[in-house]
């Protein structure tokens, strides 16, 4: 399956691309996510339960980012076991593009499935994939300070954050320095 698309984040590519590296941000992110852990340089692990149709497994897996250019590009390479229900491989290039509004994130992914999830049928699976993809750039614009609102400057998404949970004021402040 190959599927790209690009999304507007309402932020700048390096707050973007710190949230991508960031395994806190991945779980709170990733649709079903249990568990991530890991660093960018050794690669991540995680635990996500999904359902597909009628088939409901827990994948664990490896994830390896490579191709990384600071604040532009980056490739996800991932592996995944769900038990009988089968597994998950992939890979997906993402670049960050500035612009006037924060961020254009773009991806192209290619991706594989075996045993019980192939024999749901491509229709199911690309739909499903589409939903998972969505809903993970719904929670990351979500993560990094609200909706698809139009922000002037970084005041106004730091306001936004003031204004936001706090523990997603946490991990922005980790990665930027407090600042």
Known sequence: MQMSDQKEIAADPATVYAALLNPEVLKACVPGAQEVSGSPE?????????????????????????????????TISGEGKGGAAGFAKGSAVVTLTPSGTGTVLGYDVDAKVGGKLAQLGSRIIDGFAKKMAD????????????????????????????????????WLKKITGGA
Do not use: R
């Open 42 to 74: 050794e690669g991540f692990e995680a635990k996500v339960t999904q359902k597909v149709g009628p088939v409901k497994a827990t994948f664990t897996g490896k994830v390896t980012l490579s191709d990384l250019i600071e604040n532009q590009k980056l």
């Open 135 to 170: 809903q993970f750039f719904t929670n990351l614009q979500e993560t990094l300070g609200g909706g698809a609102e139009e922000t002037g400057s970084d005041d106004a998404v730091a306001a936004e954050g003031d204004a936001g949970a706090g523990e997603k004021k946490s």
